[in-house]
Structure formats: structure tokens, C-alpha cells
């Protein structure tokens, strides 16, 4: 019963609570039912409000954006204006753009805290602390160290292996944080730490100056970056970001960047910042640009490429470079833009874009420019031409850079605007031999030596190694005689010659008549001297006398002649060479050399045959007759009470001796009295003679042995001016290359030739064709090295 009298007691109270509750909802229903006008109103009274104070707010929000903002820089507050300094930042995620709102709950450290992150102290600042940076919609936690997030890693990932490309430190592993904050616990600067912590810290740094434009903070930035290019910089990548930051940076704290210096291989290029407001700053100040600023400009331009002889030259390519621009703009190059400087900054990390501000944004922009830049590049062009030569040397000889012959390849203009080492100490040289005379007269190697020409093999200088010493020569205004350029020889090392002062080495016509016809006086007065025997002083006093009275000649070309006159005084030309070039002479002019050559035989009071014999040579190759040259000795010698004596007899045996001719009188005209038995006596050992040596002096060749129709052919073309015994004797040379001096005479006797006429005949030949002999004479008859080549190139032309 008990049990009964609980069991409805609980049931009764169950009954009488569901009672309450049903008359409590009863009466709230009556109370909404009787009251439904009024609970309308008043919940309508309320979203308004509430909507109001929504926008209040968000207007305040965007107003809190756009007013001042102190920065504290020491003891000032400066004020960064929100007209036109401060650019709201645009930060990009993906392909997300968003607004960034002011700084979250991380901070920025500064260089003087010391702070304790998952047990590792760090000092020195210059990072974000905290869980985010707080923008609209999101925040950035990629390069915000958050104290909260795991660091503990029994192996550090030192290297970064685990961390991605753009690492972030919120999403890397523990194994990276820790290494990442041991790395900046040791003074962020342990080689062995990889790239990617670096990478992490530098994201933070480019947030602080280029996202908050923290002024006070950018000087220290700048610094610490500068610090890590040390460091890090071998890394090719970080080192590209690196000066892409310092370049931008500087700009946004408005502080100077380094003037861009012209290099070989072009390391910026014209929108980069340092070439931008360089030149920008420069078109500010003027419309105008000079060649040092041109220069920079086309080298930055990104279709220029510069040829091989630019870079291998850049040291000589850049003083040519202004010297020719000065040539072709003397006033300077007049540009015009068509816009100002617009520096726009993109992230490292790709977290956001901003546009940078400072006094560039007044500059010209030269990337867009309206006049045309293709003078500019047409000039590169040119400069890179003319270096062209010098270049190609190097790259053979790269030892020769400053060498007298590396100087010739240059342009004069640009050796005289810079010098060149080897130039001034080959000048400097010869200042001391030449004295305080400014003359000089010494030997060809001597010369050869102190410009440091080497010679080639066999010791014979060719004709282009003495064309290029008188070219250097000329660079030093210093004559050289005999000079080929100039009508004169090819000097060998023993070779005797002059040296002296004289404009760009003393050029001269060698072809102006009255040069001309003087040089071969002095040349045949020289032959007509030695054709006795030795030539004496008195006898070049005579020659340098008539050289001086020349009243046509000029001072170079006087200076020329005797140098010339006292060189082959002491060492006489060939005679076959020189009478054949007389024939070539004018009338005047042969009658002028058959003059000099008389009175220098005439001029010693005493005449011997071989100077009889010379004369009626000399007479025979100027087409003069024989005959004037008794009637011409008879003017010159001076009158006296004894014969003349004109020959003396030598008899020689095997040579039959026509019978005399009936002594005749001498003319009544005559101023001297001759023996006409020694006379006629003379004229005939001069025509014996003459024919034992027709194959040496005369111009006309034996009889040449009848050939076969291929010979023929061959020699006429290939060896054309030389008969088949001759060109047999050189293609004997040819093939042995040196041959026995004994050899030569009994191979020349055998084709009934004097060794020494075909020996002469050939070499003349040669100069014909080569400018230097073929054969030189000795114990051995050795044939020029490389001029077996040429031989071998006429016979493939043939």
C-alpha cells in the first residue's frame, strides 16, 4: 500500500507541472495574439538600429585607413600624408586580390629586442611574432613565426629538404621551424642552413617596408639584406630577389641609387630601377644626352647584343665609343618621352604588388620613348667594326694585347685620345738612340728589337713586316729610310738605316717626278761610283751636294734621298734591277740620270774601263747612244797637257782581237787630247766583255732550247717571264729546297748558263712578282721558305 500511496503522489505532481506549463503558453499566445501590432513595430524599431550601427561602424573602420599616420623616427613623429604619398597596398593570393587592413595581432621586432621562440633566443629583431597579420578577410601567417606551432624535431631539417618553394612558416614541418629558429638564433648567416630559411626571413623584410612603409625601419632593412647578398649571395636566385629589393627599396626611402657602370655582359637592363632614374634624372635636367649616358642606354636596350669583338675589347670599345658619338652628335642626342617613372614592386613570397612612391615619379621614362633609338644602335655597330682586326689578333694571340702591332689595328684617333704602353715605350727607346739630334743612323735588327717584332724564320724580313714597323713608325712621327713604301728596299737586319723626326714618318710620293728622277740619279751615281772599285767619300759628297741643291724637292723628301744616298753608298743595288727599271724613265729624266752618272765618272779626273763599260750599259738601257758616252767623258774631264788615259790594255787569252782601225785625229772640238789607239782599244774589250756577261746584265735571254707544246704551256703560264732552263734550275731549288753551290754551277754550266747571271735572272724575276728574292746565294743556294708557297699558288693559277 505504501508502495501505492508514493506511486500516485508523483504521478499527481507530473500532472500538475505539464498543467503550468500548458497555462503559461496559453497565456503568452493570448498576450502575442493580443498584442501583434505592437511586437511588430517594436522588432522593426530594432533591425533598424541595428543596421545603422552596423554602417556607422564600417565607416569609421574605413576613415581610421585614410587619416595621418605617425611614424616615429627617434625623437620626431614624422607624418605620412594620405593624398598622394601613401598608395593602399593591393596583396595577392593566388588569384585572389584582397585589401589589407592594419597589422593583426603579430608585431614587428625590433633590432634591439631578444626574444625566446620554442626554447631557441633570438636577438637582433627584424621579424613578425605572433599567430598572423590581419588583413580584411584573411590573414598572412607564410612568414609570421608563431610561437604556438610545434617546433620540436629530434634531426633539424638544416638543409630545407621538406620545405616547398615558397615555404611558409605556418605550413612547413616542425623539422624545418627548428632548424629555421637555430638559424636565426645563430646570427642568421650558418652556411650550411639551406636557402629556404632564408627565403622565410627575407618575406618578412620585404612585408616591413614595401606593405607597412615602416620609414624608421627601411635604413635597417636595407642593411640586413645587404648583409645576407654577402652571405648567401653564390645562390643565384636569392641573389636576383636581393638586389631587386635593395634596388626598390632605396627608392622608396629616397636614397641614391649607384649610377649603372657599362659592362661587357649588359647586367641590367632598362627597366631596372638604377638604369630608369639614372637616365630619367638625367632627361629631367635636360632634353639632351651625352655619350656616356648614350652608352648606357643602347647597352641596356633588350635587342642589343654586342659581337664578339665588342666584349673581347670592352677596354678599347668604350673610349672609341665616345669619341665617335662625339663625332656624330656634337651637340648631344636630343630625346623625348612620352611618360614619367611608374616603379611597381612584386614580391618575392607572391603575396603582394604594390607601387612604389618617391621623386622618380616626376623623371622621364625612357621605355617610353618617342625618338628613334637607331643612330644609337647603328653606332654600336660601327665601334664593334673597327675592332674587328685587333680583336681577331687577340683571339689568335691574346699576349700581343699590347704589343707596337696590336697598336696598328686600332684607329689613330682613339691611340692618340688614350695612348697605348707599348707605343710610348717603343718611343720612349728610340728617343735615346736618336739623341738630341733627333737622327739616328743604326742597324735593322737594332731597330726590330726595340719595337719587339719578331722576326721570321731564316732571318729575312718581309716586305709586310717592314710595311707594318713603318706604319708603327708613323704612329711616332719617325721616318725610316730605305722605306718600301716609298720606292726604297726591304732592309734586312744587317741592313744600315736612318731614322728621323719627321710628321706621320715622312710620307712622300715616290712618284712625283722630280723625286723620282733624283732617287735614280743617286742610284746610278752609286753604280757609276762602284763600277771602279770602292766608292769613295768625296764622290757621295758630290751626291748629297746635288741632292741639296734640288730646288724642287721638299725637306722630308731631301732628308729621304741622302738617307737613302748614304745607304746604298755602303751597300750598292744590283745593277741588272736598276737599269731595268730606266727604261721606264721619260726622256727628261734618262737624259738627266745619263748626265749624273757621267759626271761622277768624269768628276775624278782618272777613267777605267769598268767605268766605260758601266756608261755604255747605262747609255744602251736608257735608248741613248753608245757613242755620247766618249763625247760626254771628253766634257768632263778636265783639260791637260798629258793624255787622258781612259782604259788600260789587258789582253786576254782565247779572246780574238779584231785587227786596229787606222788611228784617226782627234776633234778639233775636243777640250782634251785623247789616245785614240788605247780609246778604240777600250771599246773593244768593253764589247767583248759585254757579251761574256749578257746572260747577267742584259735584259734580252739566250735563245731558249725548243720545248714541247705542254712545256711550253706550262712555263708560259705558271713561271711567265722565265725561259725552260731557268725554270728548271728553280724547280731543282724547288723540290731539294737547298742545293750545293757546286751544283747550281754545273747544272747552270750544263744548260750553257753563268751561275751567277741565272741566279740573278731569277731573283729578278722574283722581285717582279714577290718584292724579294727567290734564291740566296752562299756555300749553298737556298731557296726563301715561304715562297715556295707562291710558287705552288702560281702553278694552281696557271
Excluded at 263 to 283: C, F, K, M, Q, T
Aim: with cysteine; hydrophobic share 40%.
Amino acid at each position: 500500500m505504501g508502495r501505492r500511496k508514493g506511486g500516485s503522489a508523483a504521478g499527481t505532481g507530473l500532472l500538475v507541472v505539464l498543467g503550468l506549463v500548458f497555462a503559461a503558453l496559453s497565456a503568452l499566445y493570448r498576450f502575442i495574439v493580443e498584442n501583434v501590432a505592437t511586437i511588430a513595430v517594436f522588432g522593426t524599431i530594432a533591425g533598424l538600429l541595428l543596421i545603422l550601427w552596423y554602417f556607422f561602424s564600417k565607416l569609421e573602420s574605413r576613415k581610421s585607413t585614410a587619416v595621418e599616420r605617425p611614424v616615429a623616427v627617434g625623437q620626431l613623429q614624422i607624418q605620412l600624408p594620405a593624398e598622394r604619398g601613401y598608395v593602399e597596398p593591393r596583396v595577392h593570393f593566388g588569384s585572389r586580390t584582397r585589401s589589407a587592413a592594419g597589422p593583426g595581432n603579430a608585431r614587428w621586432i625590433l633590432p634591439t629586442e631578444t626574444i625566446t621562440v620554442q626554447g631557441a633566443t633570438i636577438a637582433g629583431g627584424l621579424f613578425y611574432l605572433g599567430t598572423g597579420i590581419s588583413f580584411e578577410d584573411r590573414e598572412i601567417d607564410e612568414y609570421v613565426v608563431n610561437p604556438q606551432l610545434s617546433a620540436k624535431s629530434a634531426k633539424p631539417d638544416v638543409d630545407g629538404a621538406s620545405m616547398p618553394y615558397w615555404p611558409s612558416y605556418a605550413d612547413v614541418a616542425p623539422a624545418a621551424r627548428r632548424a629555421f629558429l637555430e638559424w636565426m638564433a645563430t646570427g642568421r648567416q650558418a652556411n650550411p642552413y639551406g636557402i629556404g630559411h632564408v627565403f622565410l626571413y627575407f618575406y618578412g623584410l620585404e612585408h616591413r617596408v614595401f606593405v607597412d612603409r615602416d620609414v624608421a625601419s627601411t635604413p635597417a632593412v636595407i642593411a640586413e639584406v645587404d648583409r645576407l647578398l654577402a652571405v648567401y649571395g653564390d645562390n643565384g636566385s636569392f641573389r636576383g630577389y636581393a638586389q631587386h629589393f635593395l634596388e626598390y627599396a632605396r627608392c622608396a626611402a629616397g636614397l641614391p641609387l649607384p649610377v649603372p657602370e657599362p659592362s661587357s655582359d649588359r647586367s641590367y637592363s632598362i627597366e631596372s630601377p638604377p638604369v630608369l632614374l639614372h637616365l630619367g634624372r638625367r632627361l629631367a635636367q635636360s632634353a639632351t644626352i651625352l655619350s656616356e649616358d648614350a652608352l648606357i642606354w643602347v647597352l641596356a636596350l633588350p635587342d642589343v647584343y654586342l659581337r664578339t669583338a665588342a666584349v673581347r675589347c670592352f677596354d678599347e670599345f668604350v673610349p672609341l665609343w665616345h669619341l665617335r658619338f662625339r663625332s656624330w652628335f656634337p651637340e648631344g642626342l636630343r630625346v623625348a618621352t612620352s611618360g614619367n617613372v611608374d616603379l611597381t614592386y612584386r614580391a618575392a613570397s607572391g603575396a603582394f604588388e604594390v607601387s612604389v612612391d618617391g621623386p622618380h615619379r616626376d623623371y622621364p621614362d625612357v621605355t617610353k620613348v618617342k625618338t628613334s633609338l637607331e643612330p644609337l644602335r647603328q653606332l654600336l655597330q660601327e665601334c664593334t667594326d673597327e675592332l674587328d682586326g685587333f680583336s681577331r689578333l687577340l683571339g689568335r694571340r691574346p699576349e700581343a694585347r699590347n704589343s707596337v702591332q696590336a697598336a696598328l689595328l686600332l684607329p689613330e684617333d682613339l691611340l692618340a685620345e688614350t695612348g697605348f704602353e707599348a707605343l710610348r715605350e717603343f718611343g720612349k727607346r728610340l728617343s735615346e738612340i736618336m739623341g738630341s739630334k733627333q737622327l739616328a743612323s743604326t742597324k735593322m735588327d737594332t731597330v726590330l728589337q726595340l719595337a719587339n717584332f719578331d722576326l721570321p724564320e731564316g732571318g729575312k724580313l718581309s716586305p709586310a713586316a717592314a710595311d707594318q714597323l713603318g706604319q708603327v713608325l708613323d704612329r711616332l712621327d719617325i721616318a725610316i729610310e730605305p722605306d718600301r713604301r716609298y720606292g726604297g728596299g726591304v732592309p734586312q737586319p744587317d741592313d744600315q738605316v736612318f731614322l728621323f723626326n719627321a710628321p706621320r714618318g715622312g710620307p712622300v710620293d715616290p712618284e712625283r717626278p722630280a723625286y723620282r728622277s733624283t732617287k735614280a740619279q743617286v742610284e746610278v751615281a752609286v753604280l757609276a761610283a762602284a763600277a771602279g772599285g770602292e766608292a769613295s767619300g768625296g764622290e757621295m759628297q758630290r751626291v748629297i751636294a746635288d741632292i741639296k741643291e734640288g730646288a724642287d724637292l721638299g725637306g722630308v723628301e731631301r732628308a729621304r734621298l741622302i738617307s737613302f744616298a748614304v745607304t746604298i753608298f755602303n751597300s750598292p743595288p744590283k745593277q741588272a734591277k736598276v737599269l731595268k727599271r730606266l727604261a721606264e724613265r721619260t726622256a727628261a729624266e734618262r737624259e738627266a740620270i745619263a748626265k749624273a752618272a757621267v759626271a761622277i765618272v768624269g768628276g775624278n779626273g782618272t777613267v777605267q774601263p769598268d767605268e766605260v763599260r758601266f756608261l755604255e750599259k747605262l747609255h744602251k738601257a736608257l735608248g741613248l747612244p753608245k757613242e755620247r758616252v766618249y763625247s760626254e767623258l771628253h766634257k768632263e774631264v778636265s783639260p791637260s797637257d798629258e793624255p787622258v788615259a781612259i782604259s788600260v790594255e789587258q789582253r786576254q787569252a782565247g779572246i780574238p782581237i779584231p785587227k786596229e782601225a787606222p788611228v784617226s785625229k782627234p776633234d778639233a772640238v775636243l777640250r782634251i787630247r785623247i789616245d785614240a789607239e788605247r780609246l778604240a782599244r777600250a771599246q773593244r774589250e768593253t764589247a767583248e766583255v759585254s757579251e761574256l756577261l749578257a746572260n747577267i746584265f742584259e735584259e734580252e735571254t739566250a735563245p731558249a732550247p725548243v720545248e714541247t707544246p705542254v712545256a711550253a704551256a706550262a712555263n708560259s703560264s705558271a713561271f711567265e717571264g722565265l725561259d725552260q732552263s731557268h725554270t728548271e734550275l728553280v724547280e731543282l731549288i724547288e723540290i731539294k729546297g737547298t742545293v750545293p753551290k757546286l751544283e747550281f754551277e754545273e747544272r747552270a754550266r750544263a744548260m750553257k748558263l753563268l751561275a751567277e747571271g741565272a741566279l740573278e735572272r731569277i731573283n729578278d724575276w722574283s722581285f717582279d712578282r714577290f718584292d724579294e728574292a727567290l734564291l740566296e746565294d752562299g756555300d749553298e743556294i737556298v731557296m726563301a721558305p715561304h715562297l715556295r708557297a707562291r710558287l705552288s699558288e702560281l702553278r694552281e693559277t696557271a
